[in-house]
C-alpha cells in the first residue's frame, strides 16, 4: 500500500516536474520572443527619436545660423541708420549755417537797400541843384562870351575833336614804335629758335670701310673654323665684319668712325700677314690702337702747328685729331675747323680782336662732336664743357659754346667764331647736303601730319610726293578725314617748299576683334 501510494507521488511530482518544466520552457520561450520584440520596439523607438533629435538639432542650427544673418543685417541696417543719422546730422548744422548766413545777407541786403534810396535820394537833390546851377552858368556864360548854347557846343566839340585827334596820334604811334620793338624781338627770337633747329647735326657720316682682298679664299680665312676668327675680330674692335658676294671686298662697319679706322687697318695687316687666328688678332689690334692714337696725337699737333697756336692740354690735341675721322654732312670736320680757325684769324686782324683767340676758338668749335657720341647733349654745349675742364679761356669756351645759339652770343669773339662758321660751312662745294634735305623733307611732312588731333601715325612715300595718314577711327569721323587732309595739304603748302605737288592720303579704317575659346 505504502509503496503504491509512493508510487502515485512519485508519478505525481515526476508529472509535475515535466508539467512545470514544460510550462516554465514555454514561458521562457514566450519571455525571449517579447524580449525580442521589446528590443526591436526599443531599437525603432530609438532611431526615430534620433531621427527627430538631429532633425531638431539641424533646425536649431538653421535657427542659429538665421538669427545671426537676422543680427549681421540689423547690425548693418543699424549701421547705416547710424551714417544717415549723422548725415542728416551733419546737413542739419550745413543748412543752420546756411540760414544763419542768409539772414545775416537779408539784413545786410535790407541795409545796402536803404542806404541805396538814401543815396539815390541825395543824388537826385544834387543834380537838381546842379541843373540849376548849370542852367545859371549858362546864362552867365551866354551873356559874357555872347555865343548862344549851339555856337558853344560846336565849338567845344571842334576842341574836343582837335585833343582826341591828336591823342590818336600821339598813341597810334607809341603803339607803332612798341609793335615795332616787339616785331623785331619776336623776328630775332624766331631767326635764332630757326638757327638752332637748322643747325642741328643731320649726320651723314660714312659708316662703313671696305677692305680689299687678294682672292676670295681669303674670306674664308677671315671667317675661321665655325667663325671664330671673325667673332675674334669684331670683339677685340667693337666694329661688325660683313662677308658679302661682292667679289674680294670685304667691309667693316660701326659708327665709331676712330675704332672703325682700326678695324680697317687691322684688317689690311692681317691680310697681308696671312697668318689670321684670334691670338694674331688681339696682337695686331692692339698695335693698330696705338699706331692710330699716335696718328691722332700727330695730327692734333699739326694742327695746332697750321694755326700757330702753341700749346694746349694733350686730351684737347686729341680730340682736335679725332676730328680727322669725322665727318658732318659730307664735311670732314678737322679740314673744317682748320678753315674756321683761319677764317676767324683774318677776321679778328680785321676787327682789332686778338688773332691766336680767334684761331683758337675757330679750332675748338666743333670739338663736341669729336666726343658727342659719348657725352649727351648738343655738340657746342659738350666741346664748350671740356675746353673749360681742361683749362681754355672764358672767352674760347663762350665762343665755342654759343657758335648755334645754344648760349646767346655776348662777345664779339663770339660773333666772329660763329660767322667764320658759317662761311666754311656755306662754301661750295663744301658740304654734301642733297640726302639730308631728301631725308629732313621727309621727316617734316611726317612731322607736319603728326601735329594734327587724332592722327595715329603718318608715311611720307614717293620719295616725298605723297603722305599717307593713319587716322584713330574713334575721334575722326569720314567728313573730318575730308578737312583733315584739306587743311595738312594748306599747312604743307605753307610751311616747306617742293617742287610738283605733294599727295595727303588719310586713312580711316575700322576692326572688329574678337577671340574664339
Not at 539784413?107 to 545859371?136: C, G, L, P, Y
Not at 682736335?320 to 679740314?335: D, E
Request: charged fraction near 30%; include cysteine; charge should be negative.
Amino acid at each position: 500500500m505504502v509503496g503504491i501510494l509512493l508510487a502515485a507521488i512519485g508519478g505525481i511530482v515526476g508529472g509535475g516536474a515535466i508539467a512545470f518544466l514544460a510550462t516554465r520552457a514555454t514561458v521562457k520561450s514566450r519571455l525571449e520572443k517579447e524580449k525580442e520584440n521589446l528590443d526591436a520596439a526599443i531599437q525603432e523607438s530609438s532611431v526615430k527619436w534620433e531621427a527627430k533629435v538631429q532633425q531638431a538639432l539641424s533646425q536649431a542650427r538653421n535657427a542659429d545660423i538665421r538669427v545671426k544673418a537676422l543680427e549681421k543685417e540689423l547690425n548693418k541696417v543699424k549701421s547705416d541708420a547710424d551714417r544717415k543719422e549723422e548725415r542728416l546730422a551733419k546737413r542739419e548744422e550745413t543748412v543752420d549755417r546756411k540760414m544763419d548766413t542768409l539772414v545775416q545777407r537779408e539784413s545786410e541786403i535790407v541795409s545796402r537797400e536803404k542806404e541805396t534810396v538814401q543815396r539815390e535820394s541825395d543824388v537826385k537833390a544834387r543834380m537838381a541843384e546842379a541843373e540849376k546851377m548849370t542852367a545859371e552858368a549858362r546864362t552867365v556864360l551866354e551873356s559874357v562870351a555872347g555865343l548862344s548854347q549851339e555856337e558853344a557846343r560846336a565849338m567845344l566839340t571842334e576842341r574836343l575833336m582837335e585833343d582826341v585827334k591828336l591823342s590818336a596820334a600821339k598813341s597810334i604811334k607809341m603803339i607803332e614804335e612798341e609793335a615795332k620793338e616787339e616785331a623785331e624781338k619776336r623776328a630775332k627770337k624766331i631767326v635764332g629758335v630757326a638757327m638752332m633747329r637748322y643747325a642741328a647735326e643731320f649726320a651723314n657720316e660714312r659708316t662703313v670701310s671696305v677692305v680689299q682682298l687678294p682672292s676670295e679664299e681669303m674670306k674664308g680665312r677671315i671667317i675661321g673654323r665655325e667663325g671664330r676668327n671673325i667673332r675674334a675680330f669684331e670683339q677685340a674692335t667693337g666694329i661688325d665684319v660683313i662677308i658679302d658676294d661682292s667679289p674680294d671686298t670685304v667691309i667693316v662697319s660701326g659708327f665709331n668712325p676712330v675704332r672703325r679706322e682700326i678695324a680697317r687697318l687691322a684688317l689690311e695687316k692681317l691680310v697681308q700677314d696671312g697668318r689670321i687666328h684670334p691670338a694674331r688678332i688681339e696682337e695686331l689690334v692692339e698695335k693698330t690702337a696705338r699706331e692710330v692714337d699716335q696718328n691722332i696725337k700727330e695730327t692734333g699737333e699739326d694742327a695746332l702747328y697750321q694755326l700757330s697756336l702753341g700749346t694746349m692740354h694733350p686730351e684737347l690735341v686729341k680730340l682736335i685729331g679725332r676730328m680727322k675721322y669725322r665727318t658732318s654732312y659730307g664735311q670732314n670736320v678737322l679740314q673744317h675747323s682748320l678753315e674756321v680757325g683761319g677764317l676767324a684769324g683774318l677776321m679778328a686782324a680785321e676787327m682789332g680782336v686778338p688773332v691766336k683767340m680767334a684761331r683758337r676758338a675757330g679750332l675748338l668749335h666743333d670739338i663736341g662732336k669729336a666726343i658727342d657720341h659719348e657725352v649727351e647733349g648738343p655738340h657746342a654745349l659738350v666741346g664748350a664743357n671740356f675746353a673749360r675742364k681742361f683749362g681754355e679761356n672764358a672767352e674760347i669756351v663762350h665762343a665755342i659754346a654759343s657758335h648755334h645759339n645754344e648760349e646767346k652770343p655776348l662777345t664779339l669773339l663770339a660773333h666772329i667764331t660763329a660767322a667764320a662758321d658759317a662761311v666754311s660751312g656755306s662754301r661750295p662745294g663744301a658740304r654734301r647736303e642733297s640726302l639730308e634735305n631728301y631725308l629732313k623733307r621727309l621727316g617734316d611732312l611726317e612731322e607736319i601730319s603728326n601735329s594734327f588731333a587724332g592722327v595715329n601715325r603718318s608715311y611720307a612715300i614717293q620719295a616725298g610726293r605723297e603722305v599717307r595718314v593713319i587716322v584713330e577711327n574713334e575721334r575722326i569721323d569720314d567728313d573730318g578725314a575730308t578737312i583733315l587732309a584739306r587743311d595738312i595739304a594748306r599747312k604743307i603748302e605753307e610751311q616747306l617748299s617742293y617742287p610738283g605737288q605733294v599727295k595727303v592720303c588719310v586713312i580711316r579704317e575700322t576692326r572688329a576683334v574678337d577671340f574664339a575659346k
